[in-house]
């Protein structure tokens, strides 16, 4: 056993063990600014009240937006029907299956207007 660790105090493996953990918590990624866009960024950040990470993350959240959870939804059902189809030991199966895509379809379509709308 340590001798630091028995006190009570922080051993030198913890602390390593916790920053390790603050890193996998955090991408962290180096990046080339063209000239001039530092300052944008720095002047932007202030008249916002914010942070230069804030504003940047702000701006990459608003330009790659996390995916739509109705569409991975989507994603899974189509799986799901194209299984059954596949394994489908009858007619009747076949049938229903062919009336949950159509119903999927019908989403799809719904989903896609609603996201050139929003572009």
């Known amino acids: 056993m340590d001798i630091i660790a ?7 493996l913890d602390i390593m063990k916790k920053s390790e953990e603050n890193r996998s918590l955090s ?3 180096m990046l080339r600014m063209p000239d001039g866009l530092r300052e944008r960024i720095k002047r932007t ?5 914010q942070s230069m990470n804030s504003a940047i993350l702000t701006a990459l959240e608003s330009a790659f937006p996390p995916p739509d959870p ?3 939804d989507i994603i899974h059902e189509l799986d799901s029907i194209v299984g059954t189809l596949l394994t489908a030991p009858d007619e009747d199966e076949v049938g229903a299956a062919a009336e949950d895509l ?4 019908i989403d799809i379509l719904d989903l896609e207007k609603r996201l050139k709308k929003l572009r």
């Open 6 to 12: 028995s006190t009570g105090s922080l051993c030198p």
């Open 27 to 29: 991408d962290k990624f």
């Open 45 to 49: 950040a202030s008249e916002n009240n």
């Open 70 to 72: 109705q569409l991975e």
């Open 102 to 105: 159509m119903t999927l379809s």
